[in-house]
């Protein structure tokens, strides 16, 4: 029986704010080169349905100065996102962010997300990045905050809702847990990207998290157990239970 695709859900938060047409241009472009089988047949500055632009084109939109771009691909492999620059909101400041949604079937196209959050924050800078699939099966004490549901600079600020299947701890979170603590990580793969930035992946595959949850949850729960769970969200802790935190230090 074949099997259906994965829909992976994965957020990137920028150190950078990308404020100058230029780089946040730049942003775009490693997306596309790192992403090949992922091109955006749409582009928009706002969430309408946007059009079919080339590279000059678009270069052209990003120098107007939007502080969102959506853009979105229809023909398998489907995918959507927005890439956002650093946003100043009534409640503090936004990381400048890429969210995705895409549409998997084999672990390269897997690889391809791998190595484009890992060459941003080889390049650019993360205070953080995860993806994961909705196929988490059932959760014991996390289960009314899904990481799936997103992340932002200022939920981070309070907890972290749960530890994804690909996570980038960036500078802020390297601070607060420890090198050594992140890369002594109980989990399949552990790699330290730059002096202040380390991916961990907790099984082999991804699609793990559809053909192995228990083995996916174990290892999960491993993790944050060795990391410190008082940073993970806890449903059974009262809503003004006190996190450990980081502290984002904004170019």
Same mark, same amino acid.
């Given at each position: 029986?074949?099997?259906? *695709?994965?829909?992976? *859900?994965?957020?990137?938060?920028?150190?950078?704010?990308?404020?100058?047409?230029?780089?946040?241009?730049?942003?775009?472009?490693?997306?596309?080169? =790192?992403?090949?089988?992922?091109? !955006?047949?749409?582009?928009?500055?706002? %969430? $309408?349905?946007?059009?079919?632009? /080339?590279?000059?084109?678009?270069?052209?939109?990003?120098?107007?100065?939007?502080?969102?771009?959506?853009?979105?691909?229809?023909?398998? !492999?489907?995918?959507?996102?927005?890439? %956002?620059?650093?946003?100043?909101?009534?409640?503090?400041?936004?990381?400048?962010?890429?969210?995705?949604?895409?549409?998997?079937?084999?672990?390269?196209?897997?690889?391809?997300?791998?190595? =484009?959050?890992?060459? /941003?924050?080889?390049?650019?800078?993360?205070?953080?990045?995860?993806?994961?699939?909705?196929? *988490?099966?059932?959760?014991?004490? *996390?289960?009314?905050?899904?990481?799936?549901?997103?992340?932002?600079?200022?939920? #981070?600020?309070?907890?972290?809702?749960?530890?994804?299947?690909?996570?980038?701890?960036?500078?802020?979170?390297?601070?607060?847990?420890?090198?050594?603590? #992140?890369? %002594? /990580?109980?989990?399949?793969?552990?790699?330290?990207?730059?002096?202040? $930035?380390? =991916?961990?992946?907790?099984?082999?595959?991804?699609?793990?998290?559809? &053909?192995? !949850? $228990?083995?996916?949850?174990?290892?999960?729960?491993?993790?944050?157990?060795? #990391? &410190?769970?008082?940073?993970?969200?806890? %449903?059974?802790? !009262? #809503?003004?239970?006190? =996190?450990?935190?980081?502290?984002?230090?904004?170019?």
């Amino acid at each position: 029986m074949k099997k259906e *695709n994965l829909q992976i *859900n994965a957020e990137m938060l920028l150190i950078p704010d990308f404020s100058d047409g230029d780089s946040f241009f730049g942003l775009i472009r490693d997306f596309i080169f =790192y992403m090949p089988g992922y091109q !955006p047949q749409m582009w928009a500055a706002d %969430s $309408a349905e946007g059009s079919k632009l /080339s590279l000059m084109e678009l270069r052209s939109l990003v120098q107007q100065g939007p502080s969102v771009l959506h853009w979105k691909r229809k023909t398998s !492999p489907r995918a959507e996102g927005a890439i %956002s620059r650093r946003l100043q909101t009534p409640t503090g400041q936004e990381h400048a962010a890429h969210r995705l949604r895409l549409s998997v079937k084999n672990d390269e196209q897997v690889d391809w997300l791998v190595s =484009y959050l890992c060459y /941003s924050a080889a390049s650019d800078g993360v205070d953080f990045a995860c993806f994961g699939t909705s196929y *988490n099966g059932p959760e014991s004490n *996390n289960e009314p905050m899904r990481m799936e549901a997103g992340v932002c600079t200022q939920l #981070l600020r309070r907890t972290m809702p749960d530890l994804c299947w690909g996570t980038i701890f960036g500078r802020a979170y390297v601070e607060l847990f420890g090198l050594d603590k #992140l890369l %002594s /990580s109980p989990a399949y793969q552990v790699e330290q990207l730059t002096p202040d $930035a380390v =991916y961990i992946q907790l099984t082999q595959s991804i699609f793990d998290m559809r &053909d192995r !949850p $228990a083995e996916v949850r174990t290892m999960k729960n491993m993790v944050k157990r060795h #990391l &410190d769970e008082n940073i993970f969200f806890d %449903s059974r802790y !009262p #809503l003004n239970h006190a =996190y450990r935190t980081p502290v984002f230090q904004f170019q």
